[in-house]
């Protein structure tokens, strides 16, 4: 940008909006929305390896968590998901993490998804300002559709009136689930904020009716933001997307999930009905192929919204056939 | 990218939406000069706003001493720094009342910077932590100590600070809106005024991050982003107090100094606040060089240095401080108005009255009227009226012990 305005002056303010003009063509020529540079044909080509969803009797445990379906996930086969950084859509991000390992099962009934994937660092708190939560996002196209390189569909959120159906799980939503009212308050990271961050937690300063009382000040809540509502029973939310931007939450939440941080790496397994009532959500049939794609965001990264490692195609998924088929 | 006017610049610039002004404007007037930092302001913000929990560490309005204050802390100099401060040179030869009234920025703002450097991003910014928000006062009152001579004279003081009042800009081009990746915040096209959707943030950061005023804050309760909503219900004329007439926020009414005068940039030359930032050219916007077009405008303070006020509010600022030392008629007349009623004054008109003082200002002639400035609402009724000589009241002898 630094260049003479006398120049400019002498000539116009018509020179400077053309050469402007010039060097934002020139840089932004590829793009095909501002801040998002267009796809290349691999990505439009979903992956060969196909995911297959084995069918186990999995016995639904009274407690889902991961260790108590450890065993129903054995003999699945997983597929490895390479990950790189978010590259089209600004702003860009990620990269701190290479794949993640997904095993995929089914009993008739519910779909299990287990991610597995390496992060030194557990991130499971978003209350302080620089800090972001761990999470991993599943993805799904909307509707019975095949996906080939002559059939565009973007492995990148979905496209307009080619929705696709996400399925986020994040890691403070988990430990929410944790306390009393389903909901980390700010006193677990600062035990007495309301006084100058002091550590006491027996202030005679704090006037819990005062501060907690009026919900309408709680902006996310009096919106009924479903990541400001305490108590959402459930680890995973459940959104729709029509390209970059439009992440949407649905009215009605569907998924839900758990997981285990161990030795450096996180097992999530994320799981729903095989089919339900909403129209905003991917259905799955036994016997059936499906698509999905997936991301996964590294909090000690800053990793959040777009900054994130995603997987940059669409990998195939084949549920086998129940036992009674 | 497009290319968008930014008046303040004097020429276009790169933003990622286009041009699209609003009807008229949320703006304001400070008047640094006046100042005491008495905080009423920023409590009048907080108690109405902001004392929920979650928000301990929210100042939307916050008074910082300068140069060493801030909140958070040196966010000035941390975003000058990210956008090189050595970029801050004008082209001041030609300019254009209407397109360039201060010169021709010829640096690179917080936008350009991040397209120059591919960042892939909109704008340069950053996160501060939890910790740098802490201490709103820290610096409070500490002065830049050069002790050259006894005694500091006009026009630069050599041992000096000054107050400075920050909210949300409501930025023509605002970098938190920008930085959205989401598209969560909103200007809205009746005002002017900037709003994070509290449905539609996911509390990414990427405002409080791309805010080069570092205005919007995160809360760790909802775990999304808030920011000051320039009291748009008083905005609205949803205040009983005003009959349905516009009134002004919350922070401008309580103001004990009278530094601050609220309104709309709009067409109108008889608008107060579009005359002094305008036409009188003595209310300058801050950091201009960010290139977020921000609308508190700041009459500058007289006896700090010159090179440490251009950088903050661009090469305006002698002609402002010239303006301001050795007031014109009408701009005396105008300033008259400053805390005079809360509605929202549209326009003014003054009546002239006699001359009842004269003197010498730093080799000028200064001469002051008695006039009469009269302040008109939305609807074009009288709803101030008040004169240059502060009226003086007399307390009947019966309660001159009574409260
Ligand atoms: S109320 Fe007015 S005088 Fe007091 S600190 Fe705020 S701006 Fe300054
Ligand atoms: S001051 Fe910051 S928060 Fe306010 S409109 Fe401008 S960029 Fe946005
Ligand atoms: S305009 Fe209203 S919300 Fe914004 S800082 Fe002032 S008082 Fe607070």
Same mark, same amino acid.
């Given at each position: ?18 050469? =402007? ?10 793009? &095909? ?27 639904? *445990? ?14 699945? &086969?997983?597929?490895?998901? *390479?990950?790189?950084? /978010? ?10 993490? /290479? ?11 519910? !779909?299990?998804? /287990? ?13 302080? !300002? ?20 002559? %059939? ?21 939503? %988990? ?23 002091? &550590? ?11 501060? &907690?009382? !009026? @919900? ?5 809540? @009096? ?15 459940? =959104? ?6 439009? =992440?949407?939450?649905? %009215? ?17 397994? !994320? ?45 195939? @998924? ?8 | ?40 302001? $920023? ?120 107050? +400075? ?6 930025? $023509? ?75 002004? $926020? ?10 601050? +005068? ?18 009188? #050219? ?58 005079? $009623? ?21 080799? #000028? ?39």
């Amino acid at each position: 940008m630094k260049r003479s305005y006398k120049l400019v002056k002498r000539f116009g303010l018509a020179l400077l909006s053309c050469a =402007l003009l010039s060097s934002a063509t020139a840089v932004y020529a590829e793009e &095909t929305a501002p801040g998002v540079k267009g796809m290349s044909e691999e990505e439009f080509t979903p992956a060969k390896e196909v995911l297959t969803v084995k069918y186990v009797d999995v016995k639904k *445990p009274y407690h889902m968590d991961v260790d108590s379906l450890k065993g129903s996930f054995q003999d699945a &086969t997983g597929i490895t998901v *390479p990950l790189q950084m /978010q590259d089209k859509a600004f702003p860009n991000g990620g990269g701190s993490i /290479q794949g993640a390992e997904v095993k995929a099962i089914h009993d008739g009934i519910t !779909i299990y998804f /287990q991610i597995t994937w390496n992060d030194p660092t557990r991130n499971a708190q978003a209350i302080a !300002i620089q800090e972001y939560r761990d999470a991993v996002a599943l993805m799904f196209p909307l509707g019975a559709v095949e996906i080939t390189p002559a %059939e565009h569909f973007s492995p990148r959120m979905g496209d307009r009136e080619k929705p696709v159906n996400l399925w986020h799980w994040k890691s403070d939503w %988990e430990a929410d689930l944790l306390v009393k009212g389903e909901l980390e308050d700010v006193e677990e990271r600062y035990p007495n904020m309301h006084d100058d961050f002091n &550590t006491n937690p027996y202030s005679p300063y704090y006037h819990r009716d005062l501060i &907690t009382s !009026i @919900a309408v000040l709680s902006g996310g809540r @009096a919106a009924d933001n479903l990541i400001s509502r305490p108590g959402r029973g459930r680890t995973v939310e459940d =959104l729709n997307a029509e390209g970059f931007g439009t =992440l949407t939450t649905q %009215e009605h939440q569907d998924v839900n999930g758990c997981s285990k941080f161990e030795d450096g790496a996180w097992t999530v397994i !994320i799981y729903r009905s095989l089919i339900t009532q909403d129209p905003h959500d991917v259905q799955f049939v036994p016997g059936g192929k499906t698509f999905f794609n997936m991301a996964v965001w590294n909090g000690a990264e800053q990793d959040r919204n777009g900054q994130k490692n995603i997987s940059t195609q669409w990998h195939p @998924a084949v549920l086998e056939k129940v036992a009674w088929q | 990218m497009t290319l968008v006017h930014n008046w303040h610049l004097g020429r276009r610039m790169e933003y990622p939406y286009f041009e699209s002004r609003p009807k008229r404007q949320f703006a304001a007037v400070f008047n640094i000069n006046r100042c005491i930092a008495c905080q009423t302001c $920023t409590m009048a913000c907080k108690s109405a706003w902001t004392y929920n929990k979650g928000q301990e560490f929210m100042w939307w309005n916050n008074v910082e001493t300068k140069p060493y204050g801030g909140y958070p802390q040196s966010w000035d100099v941390k975003t000058l720094r990210l956008i090189d401060s050595d970029n801050n040179v004008w082209y001041t030869d030609d300019k254009d009342e209407k397109l360039s009234p201060y010169g021709v920025y010829e640096g690179d703002t917080i936008f350009e910077t991040a397209a120059r450097k591919n960042l892939n991003q909109w704008a340069v910014g950053y996160v501060p932590e939890d910790k740098e928000w802490r201490a709103p006062n820290f610096g409070e009152d500490v002065a830049v100590s050069k002790k050259q001579d006894e005694f500091s004279t006009l026009p630069e003081h050599s041992r000096w600070f000054f107050y +400075l009042q920050r909210l949300c800009n409501h930025c $023509t081009y605002p970098g938190c809106l920008a930085a959205c990746p989401r598209k969560a915040i909103y200007k809205r096209k009746e005002d002017g005024i900037v709003l994070i959707d509290q449905k539609r943030c996911r509390g990414y950061r990427k405002c409080v991050e791309q805010c080069p005023y570092k205005k919007p804050m995160y809360r760790g309760l909802t775990r999304i982003s808030e920011k000051c909503i320039a009291c748009y219900p008083r905005i609205e004329g949803k205040d009983p107090l005003t009959e349905g007439r516009p009134m002004e $926020t919350r922070c401008m009414a309580a103001c004990v100094g009278q530094i601050r +005068l609220q309104g709309f940039l709009d067409d109108n030359p008889k608008n107060p606040v579009t005359w002094l930032i305008r036409h009188a #050219k003595v209310a300058l916007p801050l950091y201009p060089q960010f290139g977020t077009e921000p609308n508190i405008y700041y009459i500058p303070p007289r006896w700090a240095p010159r090179s440490y006020l251009k950088q903050m509010f661009g090469p305006g600022v002698d002609e402002a401080i010239d303006k301001f030392m050795v007031p014109s008629r009408e701009l005396l007349a105008v300033m008259s108005l400053f805390r005079m $009623t809360q509605s929202i004054i549209f326009e003014y008109a003054i009546e002239q009255g006699p001359k009842v003082f004269e003197t010498v200002i730093h080799g #000028k002639k200064f001469e002051m009227f008695n006039d009469t400035v009269i302040g008109y609402g939305e609807d074009g009724k009288e709803i101030v009226r008040t004169t240059v000589e502060e009226p003086i009241h007399v307390r009947d002898p019966k309660h001159y012990n009574s409260i």
